[in-house]
């Protein structure tokens, strides 16, 4: 059974950072690509970034909305993928789930950890 | 970047109606789409991918079509639990843009 649990999400201030664990389970992580998705309080969901495998060099892509202040890295050693966010700003508190795509076509999420920006 | 829209942003329909969803993209994306439901406080569920590949345990009654820019997921016949926000998202290339959702209430 795929298996994605995050950690790491709290309060922050505005300017501060934080970073997000996602310990997967169950399935091949070295061969996956790993995503994060964020989902302010009542609002649709926002992709924000994805690290790929191995194979594929450990490419990284961005939303724009995060791109120079999010990076996305990975331990394949442990299982883990990590969202590092620096300067972070109020528009930044939302719910952040972990997904992977263990292939093109398949992709499973975590339940999510809850970031909130607040002084 | 490629824009996803869908519509209606919302619906109201009756128990056994014959609902359809249609979501746009603003350049082609192949048949790089998936389909989600999403229910209130909970974790979004994969429904279809591949525009139109059923996912283990979704309900036949679900059924997603398409390629190039234009897409439907239709729901054959509306049931109570179908109640739910469903979202778009393409996978073709980075960034990996969501619809805005389609609300749909009974």
């Known amino acids: 059974e795929v298996q994605l649990v995050e950690s790491g999400g709290g309060l922050v201030q505005p300017g501060g950072s934080l970073k997000l664990s996602c310990a997967a389970s169950?399935?091949?992580?070295?061969?996956?690509?790993m995503h994060w998705v964020r989902q302010a309080t009542g609002k649709g969901l926002e992709w924000v970034g994805r690290i790929r495998n191995r194979a594929n060099n450990y490419a990284t892509a961005y939303a724009a909305s995060v791109e120079g202040r999010f990076t996305i890295s990975r331990d394949d050693s442990k299982n883990t993928a990590y969202l590092q966010m620096n300067s972070l700003q109020t528009g930044d508190t939302a719910v952040y789930y972990c997904?992977?795509?263990?292939?093109?076509?398949?992709?499973?999420w975590g339940q999510g950890t809850l970031v909130t920006v607040s002084s | 970047d490629i824009q996803m829209t869908q519509s209606p942003s919302s619906l109201s329909a009756s128990v056994g109606d014959r609902v359809t969803i249609t979501c746009r993209a603003s350049q082609g994306i192949s048949s790089y789409l998936a389909w989600y439901q999403q229910k209130p406080g909970k974790v979004p569920n994969l429904l279809i991918s591949?525009?139109?590949t059923l996912q283990s345990g979704v309900p036949s009654r679900f059924s997603g079509s398409g390629s190039g820019t234009d897409f439907t997921l239709t729901i054959s016949s509306l049931q109570p639990e179908d109640v739910a926000t469903y979202y778009c998202?393409?996978?073709?290339?980075?960034?990996?843009?969501f619809g805005p959702g389609t609300k749909v209430d009974i």
């Open positions: 169950g399935f091949s992580f070295g061969g996956s690509a």
């Open positions: 591949a525009a139109s």
């Open positions: 998202q393409r996978y073709n290339s980075a960034p990996f843009t």
């Open positions: 997904v992977t795509q263990p292939n093109w076509n398949v992709f499973y």
